[in-house]
């Protein structure tokens, strides 16, 4: 098979377009599985009555950070910690809910709201990464664009080299949310917050949602191998 890429056969940037595709099924297949699973132990309420914004507070106090204030945002699974004016941030069904999805989700919060008061290195290089991902997200695409209509590579290459910024970003929050999540469930295990049946159900919400974060990653990789292919058929 003759293509306008000069040769025969599939190239290399069929193919990621390919895998871009599937990824972005997939990606979407994983966004619904987290909402899956926190809908369905939101059915599961705790034993002992406690709420997501409860439990924030307890795990905040019992690792002595008093410094973090817990607000209530809109939205759905909006829940973030800022560290950069130490706010965390808990969805009003996270806050106000009395299940084992709002404490597991709410945890996961106080996991980087601990992370921030010990320093954990990739969270602080993670704060230092976020102009670079703005850059490059904003950047990388003009370039390409422009690169594509004057067909010139350097363009597209210089997009590409834009474009690592958001791998690199990616790269960094995957290992920084699952550590989060392995000290949110540290705590509540700890601090009985709660029973061994409810930590196993906050420990799927977790999971599903780490998922989505390596979809994430493996996205941004193929994209920017894409995008280096392009530049380089761009050069023949």
Known sequence: MYNYYGYSGYGYTDIFYLLTIVLFFVSLICSAVVKS???????????????????????????????????VTRGVLTDNYNPTDNTLNLSEAVYSGNNVSAVAVAAHECGHAIQHARAYPLL?????????????????YVSILLGILFSWSGLITFGAVLFSGIVLFNLVTLPVEVDASRRALAEVERMNLLTDEELAGGKKVLFAAGMT????????????????????????
């Open 37 to 71: 699973r926190f809908n369905r132990y939101a059915r599961e309420l705790t034993m002992n009555g406690l709420t997501g914004g409860a439990a924030a507070e307890r795990i905040l106090r019992a690792n002595g950070i008093f410094n973090v204030t817990i607000r």
């Open 124 to 140: 602080m290089l993670r704060k230092a990464l976020v102009p670079v991902c703005n850059i490059g997200s904003m950047g990388s």
């Open 213 to 236: 974060y390596f979809i994430s990653l493996v996205s941004s990789i193929v994209q920017l191998l894409r995008l280096l292919s392009l530049a380089n058929n761009r050069r023949r």
